[in-house]
């Protein structure tokens, strides 16, 4: 099963009868730059479980367990802070909306870690941005940011079909990401999210300040994006089209 995009294809192996693709750009990858036969590689999009929506108390005790005011509205990003997820772009985008960010009272809570911890924690300080950005622990709930947030960010140059992006669908929530990988697949332009080019920080700007003076937009995105998410990602249809794969190899394999 290949999970993500990459570049250095002898990582990758030669054997097997079949090979599962997350999304139908590592699909495309695999065929058309590994060489891989079109009849050996299937698109099964994983499947997942929602995360459970919490009770106003337990919200209320969330924002307190992490200094947030009980009226800060909240951004989100969750993922590694590595070259691949591009963090930097983000914190850029906030440094051009940091003022309107202010006046809507709006934080951007920021988790994960990695490599270019210190590098983003210089960027937020050398920019003033330690009141509207926050980086929290890799460990931090995600159920919680998820409950928290009116919206996502994904700012990556490099993905597959990330997860996250499930997880915030299945609460109602949209993203704002990067079109790349396995992205546009999940992130339909103005019907379960908004798109923006990689390493794009003026458009992540605008496209932060549109969802946050758009509170009906945010909320008709998050509603389309939790139904395809239903649709799309359901577990029970992921588990029996991935048994169906390694049932087809078997018979094959026993001469079935």
């Known amino acids: ?4 995009t990459f570049s250095n294809y002898t990582l990758f192996t030669r054997f097997g009868e079949q090979t599962i693709a997350c999304s139908e750009s590592i699909r495309r990858i ?4 590994f060489a891989k036969p079109r009849g050996s590689v299937r698109t099964i999009y994983v499947g997942a479980t929602p995360l459970p929506s919490l009770s106003h108390r337990r919200i209320r005790q969330a924002r307190a367990g992490l200094g947030l005011d009980e009226d800060a509205r909240v951004i989100a990003s969750i993922g590694h802070l590595t070259p691949a997820k591009d963090r930097s772009s983000l914190v850029k985008a906030i440094v051009l909306v940091k003022q309107f960010l202010r006046a809507k009272k709006a934080v951007c809570l ?3 870690d990695g490599p270019e911890r210190a590098s983003i924690l210089e960027l937020i300080r050398r920019n003033d941005l330690s009141d509207i950005v926050k980086i929290l622990p890799a460990n931090t709930d995600v159920t919680i ?3 928290l947030a009116e919206f996502f960010v994904l700012s990556s140059v490099q993905e597959g079909l ?3 992006l499930l997880e915030a669908a ?3 929530k949209p993203h704002i990401a990067t079109n790349v990988g396995g992205i546009p697949e999940f992130v339909i332009q ?3 999210g908004l798109l923006v080019p990689p390493r794009s920080p003026q458009e992540l700007a605008s496209a932060i300040e549109f969802l946050l003076e758009n509170a009906r937009e945010t909320r008709r995105l998050g509603r389309n994006a939790q139904q395809k998410f239903k649709k799309q990602h ?3 249809r992921f588990i029996d089209e991935t048994l169906q794969v390694y049932e087809m190899v078997l018979s094959v394999r026993e001469g079935g």
Do not use: F, Q, R, W
């Open 1 to 4: 099963t290949c999970h993500n």
């Open 30 to 33: 695999l065929i058309e730059k």
């Open 110 to 112: 920021i988790a994960g």
């Open 145 to 147: 940011l998820a409950n």
């Open 162 to 164: 990330p997860y996250v």
């Open 170 to 172: 299945s609460v109602g």
């Open 190 to 192: 103005n019907e379960t």
């Open 234 to 236: 359901d577990y029970d």
